[in-house]
């Protein structure tokens, strides 16, 4: 494994992993890249530029692609969407604060973006880690969360997707609800999570909204300050790979004019709990 290397982004999560061709995984490889993925919550692999047969092969390593519940997949590759802005576009993909899908009851584990056309500048992605989210928290407002529900709706976000012109009316039409631990543990490093966000969840269950309301405006503006966010910049045949039980994403749309083309793999997840 001595060839394979791993250089932490130097932020609160993230980490770049270099030497390794993700089209030829050997068993140590993949068990290599998944520690690091656990500890690190966003790996970055450069200069992978995979087919859609081979990308869709490397998520198999991590878990099992799922299919998106809003967007087709590509041509024969059903697991594989594109997220697209094109230049007359001023609307991005999922542009807000998020972990993806937590509408749904069984959460996906992972996501990953393999970059294949990128603005000359901007585009870039942020990452938040809800670990150390956790961590930081008064203990009096982990108290008011911690064993709480939270209820997720996939209707707000919606209104931030540009894809409305690519999907079916009952697509268009159809709301997905969720009720999931505010605050979750992670089944594989048993840490606890903040695990609510602000494109999704809307309350908080037997919690009254006038006190709700301002604990989760609190908790959204604390999860994403600076010193848990790690911001990545794109190169073509870059992939992400990110962990959505236990970090948040921002797709920033600063590239109006311009066109920006990612193919995303989501790997199913299990329950929170």
């Given at each position: 494994?001595?060839?394979i ?5 130097g932020?609160?999560?993230?980490a770049?992993?270099?030497g390794v061709?993700?089209?030829d995984?050997s ?5 290599a890249?998944?520690?690091a993925?656990l500890?690190h ?10 087919t859609p ?16 519940p809003f967007v ?19 609307v ?9 899908t937590?509408?749904l ?9 393999l ?19 956790w961590?930081?928290?008064?203990a ?9 529900t ?11 997707r ?5 999907m ?6 159809q ?11 992670h089944?594989?490093?048993g ?5 609510v ?12 909204a006038?006190?709700s ?23 073509v045949?870059?992939?992400?790979l ?5 970090c948040?994403h ?6 109006d004019?311009?066109t ?6 989501t790997?199913?997840g299990?329950?929170?709990?």
């Amino acid at each position: 494994m001595s060839h394979i290397s791993v250089t932490p982004s130097g932020g609160s999560l993230g980490a770049y992993v270099r030497g390794v061709d993700l089209a030829d995984l050997s068993d140590e490889d993949t068990a290599a890249i998944r520690a690091a993925w656990l500890e690190h919550l966003v790996l970055v692999f450069p200069d992978q530029p995979l087919t859609p047969e081979q990308y869709l092969a490397f998520a198999h390593t991590i878990g099992t692609p799922a299919e998106y519940p809003f967007v087709e997949g590509l041509d024969g590759n059903p697991f594989i969407i594109e997220v697209l802005k094109l230049p007359h576009e001023t609307v991005n993909f999922g542009g807000v604060w998020h972990a993806d899908t937590v509408y749904l009851d069984r959460p996906p584990m992972a996501s990953m973006l393999l970059a294949k056309e990128i603005p000359p500048a901007g585009g870039d992605t942020e990452f938040a880690n809800q670990y150390a989210a956790w961590d930081a928290l008064p203990a009096e407002i982990q108290a008011q969360l911690d064993g709480r529900t939270a209820m997720n709706s996939s209707a707000a976000a919606m209104s931030i997707r540009n894809t409305a012109d690519r999907m079916s009316e009952e697509q268009v039409a159809q709301v997905f609800e969720s009720r999931h631990p505010a605050v979750r543990t992670h089944p594989e490093t048993g840490r606890k999570s903040l695990y609510v966000n602000v494109a999704h969840t809307y309350g908080l269950v037997d919690v009254d909204a006038a006190e709700s309301g301002p604990l989760l405006e609190h908790v959204f503006e604390h999860q994403i300050r600076d010193e848990f966010v790690w911001r990545l910049q794109w190169e073509v045949d870059m992939i992400a790979l990110w962990d959505n039980r236990c970090c948040l994403h921002n797709p920033i749309n600063d590239y109006d004019g311009y066109t920006r083309r990612m193919h995303r793999i989501t790997l199913e997840g299990d329950v929170p709990a």
